[in-house]
């Protein structure tokens, strides 16, 4: 079989890459060889550079790490193989069924909130509700394209209004970093990051990634102001086996309420507006 090599824009080999993610998930090489069902001595001798994996031996090792697609074209490359997964923009005509069932999910959780948003969690999009609670929870203010773990950390923005804000922002700083595990070329992750610790208060041993505790099912948030006590959780939404990098890293987050004042304070909202 003819193969097209291209030369590789990673910094690391692929097989310094192969050890990082098979590392970061807690196998050993022959846990791997064995998921992969290849030899454990050819495996070996990928991960140390004896020998050079195909593009479907690379392909078939990304699919038992469970590698996300960005970062399995980045082994393509360090494999010295052209990419092969795309990222369309969400506006592109092509993703216009996916537009219309994000949005016909959103209005379908009124008056609750729901947002869309990207790996780096900025918010693309939100429904009506959403707009109405967020605005009423900072008056309005708006400092350009909304990022959700910004928005949490910084003191101006929506951290003074949760009560229980340690517990929701350790969990959201645990599973950046899970998600973060082989994308640590990411420099505006990185700088968000940097950004986020540098806010008082924030405890300095959040930085090192705790991966050996279990990311919680259900985290809940509760937001106060106007002495009102708004008592949600949230459920995260992702579409099934993408082939896009922009839907596979698209998440969709639903607030629900878990009291009937809650529930009662949104469709208030939503009369009021």
Known sequence: MNETRVNSTSQSGIGTLLQYWRRSRNLSQLALANEAQVSPRHLCFIETGRAKPSREMVLLLADALQVPLRERNALLLAAGFAPIYQETSLDAPELAAVRGALDAIMQQQEPYPAVIMNRRWDILGTNRAAARFFGYLTDGRSSGQANVVRMMFDPAGLRPMV????????????????????????????????????????????????????????????????????????????????????????RLECFFPTDPDTARYARELASAS
């Open 163 to 250: 009560s229980n804000w340690e517990a929701v922002a350790q969990a959201l700083i645990r599973r950046i970093h899970r998600e973060s595990v082989g994308g640590a070329g990411d420099d505006v992750m990185r700088a968000l990051l940097a950004e986020v610790f540098a806010y008082p208060g924030v405890p300095a041993h959040w930085r090192a990634p705790d991966l050996a505790t279990p990311l919680v099912p259900i985290v809940p948030i509760a937001f106060r102001k106007d002495q009102r006590t708004f008592n949600f959780f949230s459920t995260v939404t992702t579409l099934g086996t993408p082939q896009d990098i922009t839907l596979q890293e698209i």
